[in-house]
Structure formats: C-alpha cells, structure tokens
T-cell receptor
Framework: DAKTTQPNSMESNEEEPVHLPCNHSTISGTDYIHWYRQLPSQGPEYVIHGLTSNVNNRMASLAIAEDRKSSTLILHRATLRDAAVYYCILRVQHSGNTPLVFGKGTRLSVIA | DGGITQSPKYLFRKEGQNVTLSCEQNLNHDAMYWYRQDPGQGLRLIYYSQIVNDFQKGDIAEGYSVSREKKESFPLTVTSAQKNPTAFYLC???????????????FGDGTRLSIL
C-alpha cells in the first residue's frame, strides 16, 4: 500500500470543526482512502472511506483533492469523545480482503 | 449484538511459556487478522486469514502461530520464540469485498500481554 503522511498531533476546542490532513502523493488510481480512529485502550474503528468524490456519513466528512494527492477528514463539531488517534490508510482496489497498513496517525486532543 | 470478542483483556506470561490469545467473531466475516501495537506506534500485521483452513504471514510473524479451523475463531499463540512479546494485541475481521472496494475491518478491544 502507498505511504501516507499525517501530522503527529493536533488540538481542537470542543464544539469546533476539526480538519485532519493526510498527504498521499504516491497514490495510484486504484487506491481507496480509508480513515480509522483509535480511542484510548480500544481497537481502531472505521470512520469513512472514498475514492475520488467527497464523502459524508454520520461520523465525519472526507474531502479528497482533485489530484487525489491529499485528503482531509472533517469532524464538524468536535466532542471530548473524538479525542483519539486518527489513521489515514490507502487500500488497493482488490478483489480480495487485504490487511490494513497503519502509520503512526494523528493524535487529536479536544479541549473542553 | 454482533462483534468481535477478545479474551482475556490482560494476560501475563512467564518467560519460556507459550500463551494463546482468543478471538471470536459472530459477524459471519470471512477474513480475520491479528495485529500487534507497541506504545506510541501504529498497528503491525502478524497473520491474516481470508478463509477457513488458510492463513498468511504478515510483517512480523516470527514467534507467533495461528489456526483457522472455524470461520468464527482465529486464535493466536505467542510462542517462547517471540523475544519481546509485551504488547497490545488486536484482532479484526472483515466481510467479503463488494465489487472492488475493500470492506471495513471491525476490531476487538484487544489483549494486553505482559511478561512477568
């Protein structure tokens, strides 16, 4: 899987929007962009994924640059429960199940 | 509720002992995975299995063994050959892909293994 680059840490105030960036300049045309987050002492949980178009779900929005070399995970109103490590992962479009390749992610702190 | 159950939550091992970590899922998923996480690091893949009776090594398989005799179970044995087994171990599963899009992985809450 292609490599991604994320800031080590970010901070946000509660109830404000958060934009978590991810650079993936070597992305190929068949790579999907996946986001997971890991709350303290828990396993990761899936957040969102996309290929080319922006995506929205109940947890977050994913904005993908036109050239697909970067993307941004958007939390519209941060809560204390959103404090976690966020992982941006590229997954090859494939006919079978493939493991995830995790980097160190971005540690998001939310201030009350 | 459907999900993945890992047990025990905390496990202590004496040096030289093998220990087995349990992972059970009732999501009817075909694929299952084992990852290891060290403090401040991302997850690293140990083994994965796409179907019953078949599994593949991941990046750090040395000192570990697995079996996949049933669809819902994927136990991981940490052998005495694993020199630094203290870590957080996470099990995951996923359904078959829909078209060419990988399905999300669902994770358990992990087992924290420590050496006495």
């Amino acid at each position: 899987d292609a490599k991604t680059t994320q800031p080590n840490s970010m901070e946000s105030n509660e109830e404000e929007p958060v934009h978590l960036p991810c650079n993936h300049s070597t992305i190929s045309g068949t790579d999907y962009i996946h986001w997971y987050r890991q709350l303290p002492s828990q396993g990761p949980e899936y957040v969102i994924h996309g290929l080319t178009s922006n995506v929205n779900n109940r947890m977050a929005s994913l904005a993908i640059a036109e050239d697909r070399k970067s993307s941004t995970l958007i939390l519209h109103r941060a809560t204390l429960r959103d404090a976690a490590v966020y992982y941006c992962i590229l997954r090859v479009q494939h006919s079978g199940n493939t493991p995830l390749v995790f980097g160190k992610g971005t540690r998001l702190s939310v201030i009350a | 509720d459907g999900g993945i159950t890992q047990s025990p939550k905390y496990l202590f091992r004496k040096e030289g002992q093998n220990v087995t970590l349990s992972c059970e899922q009732n999501l009817n998923h075909d694929a299952m995975y084992w990852y290891r996480q060290d403090p401040g690091q991302g997850l690293r893949l140990i083994y994965y299995s796409q179907i019953v009776n078949d599994f593949q090594k991941g990046d750090i398989a040395e000192g570990y063994s697995v079996s996949r005799e049933k669809k819902e179970s994927f136990p991981l044995t940490v052998t005495s050959a694993q020199k630094n087994p203290t870590a957080f171990y996470l099990c995951a599963s996923s359904a078959l892909p829909q078209g060419l899009s990988n399905q999300p992985q669902h994770f358990g809450d992990g087992t924290r293994l420590s050496i006495l």
